[in-house]
């Protein structure tokens, strides 16, 4: 089976027929991207890509987020966030201008990609579309905004000893982590169980950082936080690359 076509019945099927339960147990902010949503200027315009349910959408209501997911029954949900924008969206395949938002973030995304070189294509595509940083281009306006666009990517991580999943160096990294959903078996039936299992990767420890630069992008900052590994990245451009 080719990647896309795996990817489309262990990923993209299953969380449009999770999607409600999903997104049931999905509300609360992580604290650093809620923190790198608050900071962010007043009137930035910026993307959510995997955006799920949309959780993520009503933190800075002094912000605009374009939100896009490749489940359309999750866009629904994210859909009824008022003011933002939720779109069906391929995260290979990003309808957006490039070299144009201020921000982005990709939340527990990029993990789902079942090989090495389309995770990194994602990260690429997240950071095409984030605006240049002048200070590298000899046509900026040194009385304008020098400052570059920055995206937040989260992913699982490989290291969750200490996690009820007890995953750790030396496991396994590709692996299918099951999602347990109960459903009415007729009107007035007995719940009846049904498991559904998707596609993870699990990244090692520095191997986020690795991606970014292989898709292009500078690490700022970088960490760990609640079994997932963590990074802002900004743009590479071809005179920082080559230096």
């Not at 040194?142 to 991580?157: F, M, R, S, T």
Request: charged share 25%.
């Amino acid at each position: 089976m080719d990647s896309v076509s795996y990817e489309d019945r262990h990923v993209h099927c299953v969380y449009d027929q999770i999607a409600h339960h999903f997104s049931s147990t999905r509300y609360k902010p992580w604290p650093i991207v809620e923190k790198f949503l608050v900071d962010l200027p007043h009137g930035s315009i910026g993307l959510d890509v995997g955006c799920g349910n949309g959780k993520y959408l009503g933190v800075n209501p002094n912000i605009f987020i374009l939100a896009s997911d490749r489940s359309e029954n999750l866009v629904k949900i994210a859909a009824q966030h008022p003011k933002h924008v939720s779109i069906v969206a391929d995260n290979l395949a990003l309808p957006h201008p490039s070299s144009f938002f201020d921000f982005a973030i990709s939340i527990a995304v990029v993990h789902h990609l079942s090989t090495h070189a389309r995770r990194v294509s994602s990260i690429a595509a997240i950071l095409e579309t984030l605006r240049p940083d002048c200070r590298t281009e000899e046509d900026c306006n040194p009385a304008g905004n020098n400052d570059g666009g920055k995206c937040l990517i989260y992913v699982w991580a490989l290291e969750q000893k200490s996690s009820r999943r007890g995953w750790d160096e030396g496991d396994e990294q590709d692996v299918m982590v099951p999602w347990v959903m109960k459903q009415k078996t007729s009107e007035g039936g007995n719940d009846e169980t049904k498991t559904f299992h998707r596609y993870y990767h699990l990244y090692r420890r520095d191997e986020l950082e690795q991606d970014i630069a292989e898709a292009g992008g500078t690490v700022v900052e970088s960490g760990f936080e609640k079994d997932n590994w963590w990074a802002i990245a900004i743009r590479q451009f071809p005179s920082q690359a080559g230096a």
